[in-house]
């Protein structure tokens, strides 16, 4: 590529910036001290900064519209909104308005339909009965899970510290050993590590369940995918350290360190490490299901999609594998959003929605018959849009203007489910309801309340908000991603961990009364200080961040002048508030989760629950 000497001479002033600050590091930036002084990278680092500029800026061949879509918006440069993203930000609002108008068409012509079934049992069905090695086996990773969740939450914390105190930590220099890409990486990639953890271990715990026996070697399984999972914990943490800290040599940054790529940072070995994890879970259920399959009288449908479901989350995780270390970023933008998107968008979405009818039938609150069809369409409709929705994800990464159109047409569709989960929210409160004993479980469906509500809100609404082509185009990036994110990934899934944990510690000890205050304390203190986290703090700067990019541009909403003003600073200082809320409601939650570990039922319990036993 031949270029002007005008931009020779800017790539060259950009250098030594550039160079400076990845040099001497830079508090504005949260960058430390030498988190990149070698000229010979320093120089690679800046090419690659000009070539995305110049990808944004320089239209396709024949083409009136630049390789990114024009994005990001920069009048100076020409950079202005495609004809595409506002034609194709109405079709879409239309197609979710279709949407709704369609579903609430359907919902009324069927009818109430079957909310509670009939034949409730008199009593807990679970209690009384023995819990398989390989379901006792699943504690220890719920206590994985609880020390996950905490670590995730300092680690959050630390990350927002940096970004108003660039360096340090209340006047310590704490960058110099644990600079901002370390906490920030470890804070979303624990994330998805303690919610995995969850929910491999509920589909573990439920396995027996399913066929009705355990199958031999089951625990052995457990205990083995439980060692493989800690090796692919801190063996990835630990890489990611050694790669930011330059204690890595040569390439193997790629195999052990750090990716660079959000969610999926960790190191290829890791990544590679953790699908073979997965590929054991979906072994370790499928050895269940298949055989329950046969069975007669067994809620069919249910474990058909439930199998479904898992097979989706583990081999999904597979294009995790499809680039290398020298792939296009397109190409790996595109394949990582295959595991993302699809991951929460499609698979966490249908088991989410499976493995909560599992367990109302499992207590006979449900007929399985009928949830499973409920699950059936609610999964058919977030496929339909989520598969082809990814593309939301690749307006802009070079892609052909298809992806624009089918991306938002197919993602709005995404929506109209979420915006309906108040429906199943009200049935399971009812649920919840219909004998006396399921009061001991109102925590537990208050959590999968709490995931329908985050659905609607941090998924449904948040999610639509940044989602259009032309909302997205001026959005992407800013704080309001943050907002969609923290509602969304821990919104629903994460409370769904927090929910489907209750639920198998519950049901290894149903004898055990509840201490309610404890749980009333923590589910309403991680949820207020979401909420408060959200709309103090994350919303309001996202939503000036917006003004200021589309009345200035885009670089001006991430620019530290706009960032370090006073109003942004006490804006991000008040996401505090939040913050320590739901931290507070999080010891609180891991407490009483320990104490549901470690408790024993009191004598008069364990008597009655054999009795019971002994005449059921
Ligand atoms: C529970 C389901 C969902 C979860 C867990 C989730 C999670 C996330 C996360 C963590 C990100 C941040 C990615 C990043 O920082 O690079 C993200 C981005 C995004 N999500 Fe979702 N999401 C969900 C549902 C949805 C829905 C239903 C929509 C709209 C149809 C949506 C639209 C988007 C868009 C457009 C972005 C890109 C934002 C950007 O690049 O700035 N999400 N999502
Ligand atoms: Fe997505």
New binding site residues.
Partial sequence: MTIEPVRARAFEDNLKHYSQIFTDGSADYAIQRNAQSDPAKLRQLSSFFFWTSWASATNRPNNTISYTSNFPSEPLVGNVPTSSAIVWTGVSVIMLLAGIGWMVWYYAQKGEGEIVSTEVPQSDPLIGAKMSPSQKATVKYFLVVTLLFLLQIVMGMLTAHYGVEGKGFYGIPLADYLPYVVTRTWH?QL?IFWIATAWLAAGLFIAPFICGYEPKYQKLGVDALFVALLVVVLGSMGGQWMSVMHRLPGNSWFWFGHQGY??VDLGRVWQAGLFVGLLLWLFLIARTAIPALKQKGAARSLIVLYFLSTTGIALFYSPGLFWGMRSHISVVEYWRWWV??LW??GY??VF?TVVIAFLFAKLGVIRGESAAQAALLSGAIYLT??II?TL??L?FAGTPTVALAFGSVF?????VP?LLVGHEAVANIRRSKARPWLKQYKWIVYFFVAVAF??LV???I???M??PPI??YY????N???V???G??????GTLGLGLLLFCLRAMKPEIVWKDRTIWFAFWAINIGLMLEIVLSLLPVGLMQTYRSVSVGYWSARSPEFLQTDLMQTLRWLRMIGDSIFALGALAFVYFALGLIWRRPEKKARVAARAAAEAA
């Fill in positions: 979303t994330g959000e969610y993302v998107h929460v968008e966490f979405e989410a849009g989520g929705g939301h994800h307006y993602s709005a569709l995404e929506i979420l985050w659905n941090g998924a449904g948040f999610g639509f940044i989602n909302a997205l959005m992407q990036g800013l309001t991603t943050a969609h994110a923290h969304a990934l821990y919104g629903v899934y």
